[in-house]
């Protein structure tokens, strides 16, 4: 018994053998970070300071070089890019 979740999207498609996943009794999950629950225990996590989410801010940029941002973005340059006005 288990659960997998994809939690992003895949470039190309992806070979999935079912036969495991029904043996194991495996939960199939997907989320584009738009699951109510997830973000509830995010924040929860925020806030009792289990996790600092500025820890994952690799860039901050600013807002007139939304360009640079999204490019690196596209190329995996960085986690997480902040644009201040």
């Known amino acids: ?6 939690v992003a999207l895949v470039e190309h498609p992806v070979e999935v053998n079912w036969g495991k996943i029904i043996y194991k009794q495996l939960s199939v999950n997907s989320s584009i970070a738009q699951n109510w ?3 509830q225990r995010a924040l929860e996590m925020v806030i009792a300071k289990t996790i600092d989410p500025t820890a994952y ?8 070089n939304w360009e640079q941002a999204f490019d690196g973005a596209e190329r995996q340059e960085g986690l997480k890019y902040v644009l201040h006005p």
Request: charged letters at 10%.
């Open 1 to 6: 018994l288990g659960t997998f979740t994809q």
């Open 37 to 39: 629950p997830s973000w």
């Open 57 to 64: 801010i690799s860039h901050r940029l600013p807002l007139e």
